[in-house]
């Protein structure tokens, strides 16, 4: 590798990193009401089954757990879900506000492919460049649709709960 070469694939790793801090700060100063799960961008379609897309056609089961989850200051963290059984039906669908914001910005950080298409000169760059793009960013959005899916279930369950400890009160 020549000099020219190495300081040419430092910038576009660079750049990458850059493109993704860049795109997580605006959705962590998005107001949360932007990620609305009711839009239709965010609501379940018709071809996802429900969530059997995802289990019986992507087998998300058997990756999904494999990839890093990116969990803030006062985070959530979707193995919270499993240790505790006090979970209220106001943490759960903060949860699932926090998935859209999640599918939000891996959605448009793949627009960062677009962004390698047109900055490199180099034929190579643009495709090792945009590829990686997609696969930095592209799992993460089933796996936030799934988890989604699986939180409305979850909070129509708690939901259902509390009305019926009202109701035998």
């Known amino acids: 590798m020549t000099e020219t070469t190495?300081?040419?694939?430092i910038m576009n790793i660079i750049i990458l990193f850059l493109w993704q801090f860049i795109?997580?700060?605006?959705?962590?100063?998005?107001?949360?009401?932007?990620?609305?799960?009711?839009?239709?961008?965010?609501s379940q379609k018709n071809w996802e089954h429900n969530?059997?897309?995802y289990t019986s056609i992507l087998h998300i089961?058997?990756?999904?757990?494999?990839f890093p989850q990116h969990i803030g200051k006062n985070g959530f963290s979707k193995k919270s879900l499993n240790k505790y059984n006090n979970l209220s039906y106001e943490y759960i669908n903060e949860f699932i506000y926090e998935t859209c914001r999640a599918e939000w910005?891996?959605?448009?950080c793949l627009s960062?492919?677009?962004?390698?298409?047109?900055?490199n000169q180099i034929f190579i760059y643009k495709l090792l460049f945009f590829f990686l793009s997609i696969i930095i960013n592209l799992?993460?959005?089933?796996?936030?649709?799934?988890?989604?899916?699986?939180?409305?279930?979850l909070g129509i369950k708690y939901s259902n709960k509390s009305k019926n400890k009202i109701s035998n009160v």
């Open 139 to 153: 799992p993460f959005i089933p796996i936030q649709r799934y988890n989604r899916i699986r939180l409305n279930k």
């Open 105 to 108: 910005y891996h959605t448009f």
């Open 6 to 9: 190495i300081k040419y694939l």
């Open 51 to 53: 969530g059997k897309f």
């Open 23 to 42: 795109i997580l700060i605006f959705a962590k100063k998005l107001n949360i009401s932007f990620f609305d799960p009711t839009k239709k961008i965010y």
């Open 61 to 66: 089961n058997l990756w999904k757990d494999h």
């Open 112 to 119: 960062g492919c677009i962004l390698f298409l047109l900055i």
